[in-house]
């Protein structure tokens, strides 16, 4: 079973800013990652599958990075609409789990 | 459009038995796998199991084999996730979600419900 550790646990950002959430597995996974976002009251919502491709009408200043074991999201420039939790998921290897997700606050 | 409607919110007791659902509509239900996700109160997302609605073949996580069952009725178009025996600390909000792509096991999920929570409390 492949655990997804994702860090930091909390990041604490202005709107504007660039925001950095990563997540690496316990074995590779090659590039058979999503990011998902998750706001509260509201089902996760996919955002980048197999490590880069943006899902279908996600913003550009979301984007992805990564391959094997250590993965990168990146948000450009923070809207207000973008703090949120954020969680990683595996495809690569039986359960397809997720990490344990990064909050993403205010500052 | 593509939907997945769970049913309502579920207050139970204890060894109680359950059964909550998931309609999907505006694509093909038979051909997507249909997943269900737990969220307990406060934490994160845990993957429970998938089923191909086609023909019922179905896949647990080793953290739920033999603690739910995943079912469906695609005459219906309806997922179905099912405790025979409900405990406290299976108290949370219960998403399913479709498969991204049509084919394998292994996949993200692209179409989420809007989730059904259950509490359960003597």
């Known amino acids: 079973e492949i655990v997804l550790t994702q860090s930091p646990a909390t990041l604490s950002l202005s709107p504007g800013e660039r925001a950095t959430l990563s997540c690496r597995a316990s074995?590779?996974?090659?590039?058979?990652l999503a990011w998902y976002q998750q706001k509260p009251g509201q089902a996760p919502r996919l955002l980048i599958y197999?490590?880069?491709n943006r899902a279908t009408g996600i913003p550009a200043r979301f984007s992805g990075s990564g391959s094997g074991t250590d993965f990168t999201l990146t948000i450009s420039s923070l809207e207000p609409e973008d703090f949120a939790v954020y969680y990683c998921?595996?495809?690569?290897?039986?359960?397809?789990?997720f990490g344990q997700g990064t909050r993403l606050e205010i500052k | 459009e593509v939907q997945l409607v769970q049913s309502g919110a579920e207050v139970k007791k204890p060894g109680e038995s359950l059964k909550i659902s998931c309609k999907g509509s505006?694509?093909?239900?038979?051909?997507?796998?249909i997943g269900w996700v737990r969220q307990m109160p406060g934490k994160g997302l845990e993957w429970m199991g998938i089923?191909?609605?086609?023909?019922?073949?179905?896949r647990y996580s080793p953290s739920f084999q033999g603690q739910v069952t995943i079912s469906a009725d695609k005459s219906i178009s309806t997922a179905y996730l099912q405790w025979s025996s409900l405990k406290a600390s299976d108290t949370a909000m219960y998403y399913c979600?479709?498969?991204?792509?049509?084919?394998?096991?292994?996949?993200?999920?692209?179409?989420w419900g809007q989730g059904t929570l259950v509490t359960v409390s003597s």
């Open positions: 089923i191909y609605p086609g023909d019922s073949d179905t």
């Open positions: 197999d490590a880069s």
């Open positions: 074995q590779s996974v090659s590039s058979y």
């Open positions: 998921q595996q495809r690569s290897n039986w359960p397809p789990d």
């Open positions: 505006g694509y093909s239900f038979t051909s997507y796998w």
């Open positions: 979600a479709r498969h991204f792509r049509r084919f394998g096991e292994l996949d993200y999920f692209d179409y």
